[in-house]
């Protein structure tokens, strides 16, 4: 539980921290008000739809802590230190910062990236699971 919890943190402090130098430094970066790909959707709708998903993961993985494989926890606590730190930074800017642009994809953050990976790992979890039975 203890690493867990380190792992948390220091997940959520390495990307609220390259938001912080690339805001400070003057680096690009964009302020998105929207979802995932630019989805638009209302501020309550928003809020209830995050609130339910960080909800939902956090019993999980408190449901999971003994009896999931160390691979399934990682899994969800990676997409909580995501939609996390992307909430932190709609409660302080009002958006989500953006800063890594690789010119093919929308623009993202380390969040984005841990979200993504969390759930690849999740829909392998998954996959390996429905091939066992």
């Not at 539980?1 to 130098?21: G, N, P, T, V």
């Not at 709708?45 to 449901?63: D, G, Q, S």
């Amino acid at each position: 539980m203890f690493f867990s919890s380190l792992l948390f943190l220091l997940l959520i402090s390495a990307d609220q921290l390259s938001k912080y130098m690339i805001r400070v430094k003057g680096g690009f970066y964009i302020c998105n008000p929207n979802i995932a790909l630019g989805i638009n959707l209302e501020p309550l709708i928003f809020w209830v739809i995050w609130i339910a998903i960080i909800i939902i993961i956090f019993f999980l993985l408190i449901r999971l802590r003994t009896a999931a494989s160390v691979f399934l926890r990682f899994a969800y606590l990676i997409v909580l230190a995501g939609a996390l730190s992307n909430v932190i930074d709609r409660l302080i800017f009002g958006c989500i910062i953006d800063f890594i642009d690789l010119r093919f994809w929308p623009i993202f953050n380390l969040a984005d990236v841990f979200i993504v990976s969390g759930v690849i790992m999740l829909l392998i979890t998954n996959l390996n699971i429905k091939s066992k039975k």
